[in-house]
């Protein structure tokens, strides 16, 4: 989205960019249930047009802040092989993280996170000349309760009804396709009414975290 919006904005001929997709999280490379401790992962596409004809909803504010020094949290000590999953079968995050904190501060890494999390939505609501007081709902990653309640609902003080997380905790982990697909359950659930300003966050590793503010203009059409 973030990547979408610099594209339209670069060169005004430019009239819509089509944002997609797709993950598959299945054996034997990836096992859903166990791969990552804390979220359960779902296989999903999703899709988003931004354009520079109105529509339903109108993008505010975005920002992606990153840490590539964090990388190694979920590559841990395994080596570059000559192929996928040559050195190991099965994606193991958990096994990467403790990797990675026998060899690192784990307090700087948790403060990173956290300094950066905040950052990141600070970032997207100034770009938006809004506060975190005026959004209305929020289309949150779809981790586990624990994770999510310690990443963003205790963080930033969110109410998880004010969230997708009665409906994300459903459906599962989408990769990066969380915030479209929220952002497209709130319309069709009618939690859009115009006015309604909706924050979406993503996290991904490597590492990077993302957010927009959506303010709606007009009802969603399905």
């Keep these: 989205l973030d990547l979408a919006a610099a594209y339209l904005t670069a060169d005004p001929t430019r009239h819509a960019a089509l944002i997609t997709t ?3 999280f299945c ?9 990552d401790p804390g979220t359960v992962y779902a296989d999903g596409g999703t899709a988003l047009v931004l354009s520079r004809t109105p529509g339903f909803a109108r993008l505010r504010g975005h920002a992606t802040v990153s840490a590539p020094d964090l990388e ?4 841990g ?5 000559r192929a996928p999953f040559e050195t190991r079968p099965t994606v193991d995050l958990d096994t990467c993280k403790k990797a990675f904190t026998r060899r690192t501060d784990i307090m700087r890494a948790i403060s990173r996170v956290t300094t ?3 950052l990141v939505v600070e970032r997207a609501l ?3 000349d809004t506060t975190l007081a005026d959004i209305d709902t929020f289309a949150l990653p779809h981790l586990g309760r624990r994770r999510l309640e310690a990443g963003y609902l205790s963080k930033f003080g969110i109410d998880p009804h004010d969230t997708t997380w009665p409906w994300s905790r459903t459906i599962g982990h989408l ?3 969380d915030p479209f697909a929220g952002l497209d359950h709130l319309a069709a659930t009618g939690r859009l009414t115009p006015g309604t300003l909706c924050l ?4 991904g590793a490597g590492f990077t975290w993302s957010a927009a503010v959506i303010e709606i203009t007009t009802t969603p059409p399905w």
């Design 22 to 24: 797709g993950d598959r």
């Design 27 to 35: 054996p034997p490379g990836f096992d859903r249930w166990r791969s």
């Design 72 to 75: 190694g949290m979920h590559r």
């Design 77 to 81: 000590d395994d080596p570059f092989g």
């Design 116 to 118: 950066n999390q905040h």
């Design 126 to 128: 100034t770009a938006a």
């Design 175 to 177: 990769g990066a396709g």
């Design 200 to 203: 979406l966050t993503s996290v």
